[in-house]
């Protein structure tokens, strides 16, 4: 399993101010978790006058876990609750090389089978 994950918060009209207000809400309970790290995603270059040398990504968290199962399992848990006391038009789309799992407050079978069919791919031998 890769150990970099990327974590993207997707709500319907949704500023960049708002989406790192989600992202960071989430990230507060992605740490509650045994991750190594939970941190908002950064690309390119910052803005000038800027104190960091690269810019953050609205919406989108870096997730570096250990590997393993147990441990992405638990990712997915959380952000699955976490949608679940959301309001309806939010998803949040896991991607792990390029591989992209989209989560939505859906209840249901066939939401279930793509998050396992997702995990059995990236959890390596511990399947």
Not at 44 to 55: D, F, H, M, R, Y
Not at 66 to 81: H, N
């Amino acid at each position: 399993m890769a150990e970099d994950v990327q974590v993207e918060v997707v709500e319907a009209g949704a500023d960049d101010g708002r989406l790192e207000v989600l992202a960071l809400l989430l990230r507060q309970e992605l740490l509650m978790l045994d991750v190594n790290a939970v941190e908002p995603y950064q690309e390119g270059v910052a803005p000038e006058g800027s104190k960091g040398g690269l810019a953050a990504v609205a919406g989108l968290l870096g997730v570096s876990l250990a590997p393993g199962l147990q441990a992405l399992g638990s990712v997915i848990v959380v952000i699955r609750e976490w949608l679940r006391r959301s309001s309806s038009g939010r998803t949040v789309k896991i991607t792990i090389d390029g591989d992209v799992l989209e989560l939505s407050g859906a209840t249901g079978e066939v939401q279930q089978q793509l998050v396992d069919a997702f995990v059995r791919r990236h959890a390596g031998a511990d399947v």
